[in-house]
């Protein structure tokens, strides 16, 4: 399955401005996101913000604020 995802990425398109990110997630809880700004990021399920009991959102390892945050590099306005 690994093979699968890195093979994946070698297809993506480095330079396509319009997606600035990609992310492929198996059954077993697997996901391997890349973001537009070069950051790969390998994670097996489990939720990564340490004291957080938020669920992750969908094709995210992190709960909305935390994701948002991460993405945004500033303060989530939710709050759920």
Same mark, same amino acid.
């Given at each position: 399955? !690994?093979?699968?995802?890195? #093979?994946? +990425?070698?297809? +993506? ?5 319009? %997606?600035? #990110?990609?992310? @492929?997630? &198996?059954?077993?809880? @697997? ?8 950051? @790969? !990021?390998?994670?097996?399920?489990? +939720?990564?913000?340490?004291?957080? &009991?938020?669920?992750? !959102? #969908? $094709?995210? !390892? @992190?709960?909305?604020? %935390? $994701? ?10 939710? $709050?759920?």
């Amino acid at each position: 399955m !690994v093979a699968q995802m890195r #093979a994946s +990425l070698d297809d +993506l398109d480095i330079a396509d401005e319009e %997606h600035g #990110a990609a992310w @492929l997630s &198996t059954d077993d809880g @697997l996901s391997l996101e890349w973001n537009g700004d070069g950051r @790969l !990021v390998f994670d097996d399920g489990a +939720l990564r913000r340490d004291g957080c &009991t938020r669920g992750a !959102v #969908a $094709h995210s !390892v @992190l709960c909305r604020p %935390h $994701h948002f945050e991460s993405i945004k590099s500033r303060p989530s306005p939710f $709050h759920d």
